[in-house]
């Protein structure tokens, strides 16, 4: 099982055919602008049922790298890239979404699962989990896993005793690519603006959750992909796909999002909130923790430094002098 994983879109699956399966059972719903007037998978259930939803076969699991790096189409003769791109593909890292409403929490017949008020995080109580598989079956997003070697369902704990003492989770902190932040979200009517969260998903409105019309209220978002068709980002992340691409687009003018963005994997700790000073060129973002202490400060542009082709001390030439 992997609680943490990385699909290839359009064709990559974890499970296998996870969500298109999922959005076959809850049918063409209405979107009207920005608000979702289709049912969720509690209101979509079948009869008997609570929850929409389905349980994954063994063999569903057993080709998580299924669909990798394939782009949308064949390509052909002449094809050269552009944006959207087509053929297409982008990665999707994936894990538990930790949500308002888990489906998990609410399918479990004997309450295993709980949501900790003092950080949001979904656990699985491991003395109390009798190991039924409701919560598997119920998980739209299919992040909750049964072991049969110990009878009992797992999944992603938010690395919660780091969150403890204040450190960002292991995804966060080993993402060599730096596209990942962890943090706490306000209420939507009250967003605060150094808020690095509050400002990406409710100021900026850039990050969005993944297939919102699910109900659950992911609290994992996603700053959609440029490259890839309107209709697919809109399909993953809702109506408000384009507009978030579009700012994305024009990122560089927003000094604060260029610093925010910066600030991403620079920490080991959590920051709480941030702020921006100078211009982009020379600026920087500052981030600080809870108590306001100052943790991390990055430049806003990234120093390009040239190397001598020839190192006279090491008497080598250099291939990458950048």
């Known amino acids: 099982m992997f609680w943490n994983n990385v699909e290839t879109k359009p064709w990559g699956f974890y499970p296998l055919s996870w969500d298109v399966r999922l959005l076959e059972m809850l049918g063409p719903q209405i979107w009207p602008g ?7 998978i509690f209101e979509d259930g079948p009869y008997g049922e609570e ?7 063994e063999e569903d699991y057993q080709f998580p790298n299924i669909g990798e790096d394939e782009v949308s189409d064949p390509i ?20 538990c979404n930790h949500c ?21 995080v979904v656990l699985i109580d491991q003395k109390r989990c009798r190991g039924y598989r409701e919560c598997v079956s119920a998980c739209p997003y299919k992040k909750t896993f049964f072991r049969a070697y110990t009878g009992k ?24 690519g730096r596209i990942r932040v962890f943090g706490f979200i306000s209420r939507w009517n009250e967003p605060k603006e150094d808020s690095p969260i509050d400002y990406l998903v409710h100021i900026k409105k850039i990050a ?30 809702g109506p408000g796909a384009k507009n978030a691409v579009e700012l994305y687009k024009k990122g560089h003018e927003d000094k604060k999002l260029v610093g925010l963005l910066m600030l991403f994997g620079a920490t080991e700790k959590i920051v ?15 981030g600080y923790d809870d108590r306001g202490t100052e943790l991390v400060k990055v430049p806003l542009k990234e120093p390009i430094l040239v190397r001598k082709e020839y190192d006279e001390q090491r008497d080598v030439y250099r291939v990458s002098v950048t």
């Not at 704990?157 to 060599?176: K, L, N, R």
């Open 272 to 286: 709480s909130s941030f702020k921006v000073e100078g211009a982009i060129d020379d600026g920087y973002c500052f």
């Open 153 to 176: 369902a797992e999944k992603c704990i938010a690395c919660y005793s780091a969150v403890e003492q204040g450190e960002q989770t292991q995804c966060v902190v080993t993402c060599i």
């Open 76 to 95: 052909k003769d002449g094809d050269f890239i552009r944006i959207p791109q087509q053929p297409w593909m982008f990665y999707l890292p994936r894990i």
């Open 100 to 120: 308002t409403y888990p489906a998990c929490l609410a399918a479990c017949p004997i309450k295993a699962i709980y949501k900790r008020k003092e950080d949001g």
């Open 51 to 57: 929850i929409l939803g389905f349980m994954p076969k």
């Open 34 to 40: 920005d608000k979702y007037a289709g049912k969720t």
């Open 208 to 237: 969005l959750p993944l297939y919102p019309q699910f109900g659950l209220e992911p609290n994992v978002y996603y700053i959609p992909p440029i490259n890839v068709p309107e209709e697919f980002n809109r399909q993953l992340f």
